[in-house]
């Protein structure tokens, strides 16, 4: 039974480590001992006595990292197709300022709650078809009519609230952010199953296929019968669609809209995280698990610097610092001068030996 | 062929372009006034823009004060999110305009040297609005209307060290890290608290004044303190707010086990407070348009004013000193 199972196991991670999100997976590790050496018991969780759910870090962490996993894996369909959405963090903010100036002058009733998410998944949609037009029809780069969208958007939250941060209260729209099933939070499980409905249409379908081929070369895709304005269209709805319910999940966890704040630079969240799983920004290949680990270790790292105390003017600096030295480890260039040095290495004391 | 393709790129720019100006119209309000009418004095005023309760009421104010009928063209320049570039090239194009007064609420605290500079040469006085500016030149401004942050948060040290006498441990939530206003909240609390050594600080976490920001950053330093933190100080309502769900969703009691303390005295907060919920609010007051309009007037006769003027706040300490101010809040 051990005999059998050990190679398998090595063969796995041996598989693992070849992948691009290794070292992104090693980064998270890394970062959670970091918080062990500060404090034991980081990794522990327990079961409130009061309420029955998980309590712990690592629980905070899968939350955190909820609505940073849905723009990742949208922004990792665009960017396969060799296009980029900058519009994320704005379509967030519209998603939340139209739920919260809904369930605002609402009742507090289920019934609400779910009108105000369709709402929010709705003008997120179109404002992901307007993306979609502009990129696909209109033959704008996608960088810069995204831009337009992520200006626009957030000036349209601006009017929605009318300038102002708005709150609400209806228990089951909080519920969505805030509630557990089975102990484990609500966000995580609605957004990996989300996440997992996506990867399951992509791979086990031609889609995936067809968005990789638009990504590596639009002419050859169209010779093949690709039909690229198709899925041009689909993957920036999806992309905005996907934003709109992390918009929902930010103001659900407060129950209030911040028009300034809410999603402010998630867009640079949901690059990075694509970047960090592997998928290349010059387009035509994608890997939704890498976008996940890239999500988790971007909520980790957030997690981190608070836990650690890290004083609020470093924080950036080391959020950078992290992120650079983890570009560098996936760089191919810089694990190829390790290895030269390595192998040089040998000479090295021999030249040493020889003054002596 | 490439001439209809030529005209559908067009046609979509220029809806792109009118969609845009629409936008632009909505959110821009009262920058459109023209000028033509030489009688008015032209006002311009280089806002901060949506941020929250506070600076809504204050700009509102401002707004409601210098009208046409009060004698003044105001143009009104909210910064594009938070951004201080935008707020530089509006304050650089009021320059070139020529205006009759700068009025300025910065987003960020350094920088403005030149643009100031250029004011001074162009002779247009300069008033800031709330925000101060770093290095604090008074040279380079007239004066600054503000309520006094320090003194604002040394009466929330002052609640602290009174409602445990026996010390405690606090956590700060502060704002971005280089504004003004959190450097000068900071030091307030700092000259009461420093002096006692039954305060032990815990921590400070930028939340950005947000909510969303607030809870997240404060429900990880409750675990990493085992929850033995007893007072929050919160440098401005909105994260006391996130503050408290934290809380909460520690399975601790607001107001009993962590007692948090902010600073605006927002309605929002005035009503957590009514509830129990947060512990004490010290009101920032943004209702100061009459001050500043009175000083624009003294100024523009040549008269000397202050170089920083102290706009009197309230502190509520009580669920019932809130109910009883809450009818009547304006922001």
């Avoid at chain 2, 934290?246 to 509830?275: S, Y």
Wanted: net charge negative; hydrophobic share 50%; proline share 3%.
């Amino acid at each position: 039974m051990m005999s059998d199972t050990t190679p398998s196991i090595g063969r796995w991670f041996a598989e693992l480590a070849r992948r691009q999100y290794f070292w992104g997976i090693v980064a998270i590790v890394v970062l959670l001992l970091i918080n062990v050496l500060k404090d034991p018991t980081y990794l522990s969780i327990s079961v409130s006595p009061t309420t029955g759910n998980l309590v712990g870090n690592l629980i905070d962490i899968l939350r955190a990292a909820a609505p940073i996993m849905l723009i990742a894996v949208g922004m990792c369909l665009v960017v396969a197709t060799g296009g980029i959405d900058l519009s994320v963090g704005s379509v967030m903010v519209v998603s939340g300022a139209v739920s919260m100036e809904f369930l605002h002058s609402a009742s507090g009733s289920v019934g609400d709650a779910f009108l105000a998410f369709g709402l929010a998944v709705l003008i997120s949609a179109v404002l992901g078809t307007v993306n979609g037009v502009l990129v696909a029809v209109v033959g704008l780069q996608p960088f810069i009519s995204t831009l337009f969208i992520m200006l626009a958007g957030r000036g349209l939250a601006k009017v929605i609230t009318g300038g102002q941060n708005t709150a609400a209260t209806n228990d089951s729209f909080r519920w969505l952010a805030n509630g557990y099933v089975f102990g484990i939070p609500v966000v995580f499980i609605l957004a990996l199953l989300v996440v997992i409905a996506v990867g399951v249409l992509v791979r086990r379908s031609a889609l995936g296929l067809m968005i990789e081929a638009i990504g590596m070369d639009p002419k050859a895709a169209r010779l093949a019968g690709v039909n690229r304005r198709g899925l041009l269209f689909t993957v920036y709805i999806f992309s905005a669609v996907l934003a709109g319910i992390a918009g929902v999940f930010g103001t659900a966890s407060v129950m209030t809209v911040d028009v300034s704040r809410t999603g402010y630079q998630l867009e640079l969240d949901a690059i990075l995280a694509v970047v960090i799983g592997g998928t290349s920004l010059a387009g035509g290949k994608f890997n939704i698990t890498g976008a996940v680990v890239g999500a988790l270790l971007i909520a980790t790292l957030d997690k981190t610097v608070v836990f650690l105390g890290v004083s609020s003017s470093a924080t950036p600096a080391f959020k950078a610092i992290v992120i650079v030295v983890l570009c560098l480890l996936q760089s191919e260039r810089v694990r190829q001068v390790f290895r030269q040095r390595r192998a040089s290495r040998p000479h090295t004391p021999q030249k040493e030996v020889i003054p002596a | 062929m490439s001439a209809t393709r030529r005209f559908t790129q067009v046609l979509g720019l220029a809806a792109a372009g009118a969609l845009a100006f629409g936008l632009a119209g909505c959110s821009g309000g009262a920058s459109a006034a023209g000028g033509g009418d030489d009688e008015l004095t032209t006002v311009g005023f280089v806002a901060v823009g949506p941020e929250g309760a506070w600076r809504e009421a204050n700009e509102a104010n401002i707004q409601d004060t210098f009208t046409k009928e009060a004698g003044f063209d105001l143009k009104y320049a909210p910064a594009t999110n938070l951004d201080q570039k935008s707020q530089i090239d509006a304050f650089t194009s009021f320059v070139d305009e020529g205006v009759d007064v700068i009025l300025l609420s910065a987003t960020e605290g350094s920088g403005w040297e030149d643009s100031l500079e250029r004011a001074q040469e162009a002779e247009i006085p300069v008033i800031l609005i709330d925000r101060g500016i770093e290095p604090d030149d008074t040279d380079l401004y007239v004066t600054r209307i503000a309520p006094d942050n320090n003194e604002v948060s040394q009466g929330v040290a002052d609640w602290a060290v009174g409602a445990f006498p026996d010390g405690a441990n606090y956590f700060v939530l502060e704002g971005p890290a280089g504004v003004s206003v959190v450097n000068e909240r900071n030091e307030g609390w700092d000259e009461v608290i420093g002096s006692e050594p039954s305060f032990v600080k815990v921590g400070a976490q930028t939340a950005n004044w947000s909510t969303e920001e607030a809870k997240s950053v404060f429900e990880t330093v409750l675990k990493s303190n085992n929850n033995d933190i007893q007072v929050v100080f919160a440098q401005n309502d909105e994260m006391g707010l996130g503050a408290i769900q934290a809380v909460e969703e520690a399975g601790l009691v607001p107001g009993v086990d962590v007692k948090i303390a902010t600073i605006d005295g927002t309605k929002a907060a005035l009503e957590a407070l009514a509830d129990n919920k947060l512990s004490f609010v010290a009101e920032y007051n943004p209702l100061f348009g009459e001050t500043a309009l009175d000083v624009v007037n003294k100024v523009l006769d040549g008269e000397s004013v202050d170089s920083y003027i102290i706009v009197p706040s309230e502190t509520f300490d009580s669920p019932e000193a809130a109910a009883e101010a809450l009818p009547d809040r304006k922001f």
